[in-house]
């Protein structure tokens, strides 16, 4: 269970100093997992994040639960979408037993934050219908730009938390074998893989580029297909048994 789950939320406001990839990060992979399921999907949601996840799965399915451990988290979501009809469920993780099974539940950028990832996903299984949909989104580790980072000596082990992650709460990152590893030692199995965002340079670079939007949506669209070079992955899960 989290330590303390309001003393991050500075990072989860807009002054964050990496909103750069996280608008795009966290705008992409809800289009993405809305482009697969359909509306009328039960969704159960696990964290609120900086929100626009919430938000949109809000907009598109017609039942969205969404449970989170912080009560600052969810007074500060509540201000920035006052409209969103999402179910918002205040609990631990490890502790929220809900009300029946979910067609789709979402484990967007949660494994990094949690003691014993294991168990949540263990946990949660349970709570997929038997024909669910389980998606997982998480940092990549082995990302290009970490690659590039690490070749050049600037990045002694491309597994370090850096400053970014250690603001947003982060415990561990991930490689596509790790997550893959442990999504199956849960008793899931994988039947998607994709990548979140490739990105070829540091935040500043980029930003410094004024690339256009086409150009970006582009470095999300290819990277679908290289999840071991992307900033993020993307995994679908379904119940193994």
């Known amino acids: 269970m989290n330590d303390n789950l309001d003393q991050h939320l ?4 807009e002054g964050f100093g990496y909103a750069f990839d996280n ?41 969205h639960v969404v449970v989170d451990g912080s009560a600052s988290v969810i007074e500060q979501f509540r201000r920035q979408y006052p409209d969103c009809t999402a179910r918002v ?17 979402v484990l967007g950028f ?6 014993d990832p294991a168990a949540i996903l263990k946990r949660y299984r349970q709570f997929l219908r038997t024909d669910g949909r389980c998606f997982i989104a ?3 580790g082995e990302s290009l730009h970490r ?7 600037l990045l002694d082990d491309m597994m370090n938390l850096g400053r970014g992650d250690l603001e947003l709460g982060h415990r561990r990152q991930y490689s596509v074998s790790s997550l893959a590893s442990e999504i199956e030692n849960a008793g899931l199995s994988i039947v998607r893989k994709e990548g979140i965002f490739l990105k070829p340079l540091m935040t500043a670079q980029l930003e410094s580029l004024q690339l256009s939007p086409a150009i970006v949506k582009g470095m999300c669209e290819v990277g679908i297909d290289y ?14 048994a």
């Open 227 to 240: 999840p071991e070079l992307s900033c993020a992955l993307l995994f679908e899960a379904t119940d193994g």
């Open 89 to 105: 469920v205040q609990a631990y993780f490890e502790e929220f037993v809900p009300e029946g099974r979910f067609d789709v539940i």
């Open 110 to 115: 949660v494994l990094e934050h949690v003691a």
């Open 138 to 140: 998480v940092p990549n």
């Open 147 to 153: 690659r590039f980072g690490h070749a050049a000596g």
């Open 23 to 63: 608008n795009i990060i966290l705008n992409w992979y809800p289009e993405r997992i809305m482009r697969l399921c359909d509306p009328s999907c039960r969704v159960l949601e696990l964290g609120i994040g900086h929100g626009f996840t919430t938000d949109r799965f809000a907009r598109y399915f017609a039942d």
């Open 10 to 13: 500075a990072a989860y406001g």
